[in-house]
Each structure stands twice: as structure tokens, then as C-alpha cells.
């Protein structure tokens, strides 16, 4: 059975996209800790973030890092938090966190976001990419 991840690529159900190539992409997560958390996620349904290929693992990486400064760019914070967890969706995704604290890493914190405002961050972590030369913005 597919994950709600893969519903998402397949738009099945929607998500606010930031990112595809042909190894990731990255979406908004409906439940951010703070406005511009969002997750990349191999395509490649793996569980465990230790059992991806390792060259998938380092795109993510590199592409997190992409992102990550598009995020601060649009977000004002000190830096970006990186989070692998896996608990709550069994298919791997990196959490990207624009953060001030460590406090600001707490997913207790986490609460639903009105979808307007998940599609305006979207669309502005898009542009910032885009001005970055990265046509993998173009979702």
C-alpha cells in the first residue's frame, strides 16, 4: 500500500510542493512546528532513513541544503533544524525547521496550518529557489 507520501506525488491527494527531481521532492508538512517546516522525501518508498541507497541519501542531503537556504531567505531565524524521525509516516522524510532555540525542534509544538497560508510559504520557498536557478521550483 502506498504511503501518504506517494498519494502526494501521484496527486492523489493534494500537497504544496516545493521541490521534485527524479530521486525527491519536498512539501509543506500540514502540521508545521512553525511556519516554513517542511519535508524531503526520497521518492523511492524506504521505512527506515538507514536503508535508503546511499547516493539517494546524499541527494537529499544536498537538496535539503538547497532548500534550507531558500527557507531562510523567505523566514526570518538563526538557522535551519534538520530532523529524521520516522515514527509518524512509515516511508523516509527530512524535516527542515527554520529555528531560533532548540526549544523551536519540540514537535509537541506542532499544530495544524491554515492551507492559504501553506500555499503562500510554498509559493514563496518556490520563488526563492526559482531566483536561485532551480528549475526543480517549477512544481
Known amino acids: 500500500m502506498a504511503s501518504i507520501f506517494t498519494k502526494i506525488l501521484n496527486k492523489e491527494i493534494p500537497g504544496h ?3 521534485e527531481d527524479e530521486l525527491c521532492f519536498s512539501i509543506m508538512t500540514i502540521q508545521p512546528i512553525r511556519d516554513g517546516h517542511l519535508m524531503v522525501i526520497p521518492k523511492m518508498e524506504v521505512n ?4 535508503v541507497p546511499p547516493e539517494t541519501a546524499a541527494h537529499l ?19 535551519i533544524g534538520v530532523s529524521v524521525i ?3 509516516v512509515p516511508h523516509t522524510h527530512i524535516h527542515l525547521i527554520p529555528i531560533d532555540n532548540m526549544g523551536d525542534l519540540n ?3 506542532a499544530k495544524e496550518m491554515p492551507q492559504k497560508k501553506l500555499a503562500a510559504t510554498a509559493t514563496a520557498i518556490r520563488k526563492s529557489l526559482q531566483a536561485r536557478g532551480y528549475s526543480e521550483a517549477d512544481v
Open 107 to 109: 514537535f509537541s509544538l
Open 86 to 88: 520516522g515514527l509518524e
Open 48 to 51: 527506515h532513513w538507514d536503508d
Open 61 to 79: 542531503m544536498v537538496v535539503s541544503q538547497k532548500i534550507a537556504k531558500a527557507i531562510k531567505a523567505v523566514i526570518p531565524c538563526k538557522r
Open 17 to 19: 510542493f516545493v521541490w
